[in-house]
């Protein structure tokens, strides 16, 4: 037998190890996904149920036991059934002792119980060796099969060995377990499924509370002035002007909010002498949301970009060229070009486009299948250095857009100054500040600061 064919019979499956047999107790929507997907992977199922009746739903070639009986089949049970039934295991504490109990059990509100319900089954059956895994995967995401947004299982459990079969089975399924130690962080993985977007709240409320004020802040000065001392109706401005004014001004202002806790930290590292010193609370809530911040500041800029190209198709803007060509006709007088206006114009777009492909840059690295093949000094300098580019262009693109009205008095009216004067503010206070932070009188300590060094160190050798 030459080499090759020597290193095939090695690469062939093989076929007598067999899996060993699973318990579930529970027919219901996840017992029966999760038995369907066991059978695939090659594990004989016996199901303990309350009814021995087959029925069309159950996995045809799972067999379907009384508790007591089919729990004497298995070493590990999974018991699919809610906390609050919890109880009817206590009469099978005999069968069920030494044998591996895998807790899939998830709770309709945070904390729910005063202990996770892992912990409350190891208390009903302290001769069992109980394992928390499967909660975060659902039924449906087992049925249909798409579970890549779910494919890591967190395992945690007091036996070690136990856990070692039960991470086994979640490897064998095709899922990544992740071992979260011991049964301690049941709760905290039990509270995984019912948290909506934790990292994306604050950002979103925040969107959400700016993209209010400035919208109505619009009204105010574009609609409701203009109706009132000029009698001009332009309540449709609603539809494209208005959200064409604030898209920007949120893309620019979140942006420059996601480099303000950097800022900050650095001031508050500079002032302790040292970075051994836990930052306040909301300083770190704010770093660990500054992704979400951006990406959300990405999707005001995109819509910004949409908004501007529909703009010639707009009925309004045709009126008031159409208007502009008439009277120049009617006073037999072309108007020349006006070249600073023409730069002006060309620069602002070009400072925009730049600034615009940055951003989608920023966006784009930091989806973690891009993240993952940067290493860290790639994706500091992407997040960093070109951000920090992103904002200039972007501030630059605004101030030379509005620069010209900033002076003028018609910008002010009601005496409030125009949306782009107060969209500058966030940023060009980051840039300035950023600006001192790099000379190197102050940037030279913050470095040695960030490397461990310490004005008054506390434990000095
Ligand atoms: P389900 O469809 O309501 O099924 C629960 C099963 O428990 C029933 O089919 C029944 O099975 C059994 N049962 C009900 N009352 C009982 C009682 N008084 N005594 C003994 N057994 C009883 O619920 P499920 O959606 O499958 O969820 C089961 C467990 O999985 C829950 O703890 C849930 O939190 C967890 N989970 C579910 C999902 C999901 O996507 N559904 C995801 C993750 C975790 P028999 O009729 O065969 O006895």
């Not at 945690?156 to 049964?183: H, Y």
């Not at 045709?318 to 208007?323: L, M, V």
């Not at 840039?431 to 009188?441: A, E, G, M, N, T």
Request: net charge positive; glycine share 6%; with cysteine.
């Amino acid at each position: 037998m030459n080499k090759n064919s020597s290193n095939m019979m090695a690469l062939a499956p093989n076929t007598s190890n067999k899996r060993e047999t699973v318990c579930i107790f529970g027919t219901g929507d996840f017992g029966r996904a999760l038995g369907h997907k066991m059978i695939q992977s090659g594990y004989p199922v016996v199901y303990g149920s309350r009814s021995t009746q087959i029925s069309n739903l159950i996995p045809k070639d799972a067999e379907v036991l009384s508790h007591a009986e089919a729990a004497q089949k298995a070493a590990i049970i999974i018991i699919a059934i809610q906390r609050q039934h919890y109880n009817f295991l206590t009469p099978l504490a005999e069968v069920l002792r030494g044998k591996v109990l895998v807790d899939i059990s998830n709770n309709l509100k945070l904390n729910q119980y005063p202990e996770s319900n892992a912990e409350y089954l190891a208390q009903l059956l302290p001769g069992s060796k109980v394992v928390k895994a499967f909660n975060t995967v659902s039924a449906w995401a087992l049925q249909s099969g798409t579970l890549d947004a779910s494919r890591q299982v967190f395992v945690c459990g007091d036996d070690v060995e136990a856990k070692q079969m039960v991470m086994n089975i979640v490897r064998a399924l095709g899922l990544t377990p992740l071992d979260k130690g011991s049964l301690l962080a049941a709760q905290e993985i039990e509270n995984y499924p019912l948290q909506l977007f934790p990292m994306w709240r604050f950002p979103i409320f925040l969107s959400l509370g700016l993209t209010a004020f400035f919208f109505l802040y619009c009204v105010a000065l574009d609609i409701i002035y203009t109706y009132i001392y000029e009698n001009n109706n332009f309540s449709f401005f609603i539809a494209i002007t208005i959200p064409n004014r604030v898209c920007p001004v949120m893309a620019l202002v979140l942006l420059a909010l996601v480099y303000v806790p950097g800022i900050f930290a650095a001031i508050i590292q500079l002032y302790r002498g040292t970075k051994y010193r836990r930052f306040p609370d909301w300083l770190d809530k704010w770093m660990l949301c500054r992704k979400q911040l951006g990406l959300i500041a990405l999707a005001f800029a995109s819509l910004h970009a949409v908004f501007t190209l529909v703009t010639p198709m707009r009925a309004f803007v045709s009126w008031r060229t159409g208007k502009g060509i008439i009277s120049q006709a009617l006073n037999n007088k072309t108007e020349p070009l006006d070249h600073t206006n023409a730069w002006l114009s060309d620069s602002y777009l070009a400072l925009g486009i730049l600034g615009f492909f940055l951003f989608v840059l920023l966006g784009i690295t930091s989806l973690p299948s891009v993240s993952n093949n940067v290493n860290w000094r790639e994706f500091r300098f992407v997040q960093s250095k070109l951000g920090y580019l992103a904002l200039i262009l972007c501030t630059a693109h605004t101030l030379v857009y509005g620069g010209k009205w900033f002076l003028s008095p018609s910008a002010y009216k009601w005496y409030l100054p125009n949306i782009y004067i107060l969209s500058l503010i966030v940023p060009c206070a980051v840039l300035v500040v950023k600006f001192v932070l790099i000379f190197p009188c102050i940037d030279k300590p913050l470095t040695q600061i960030r490397q461990g060094w310490e004005r008054n160190p506390k434990y000095s050798e």
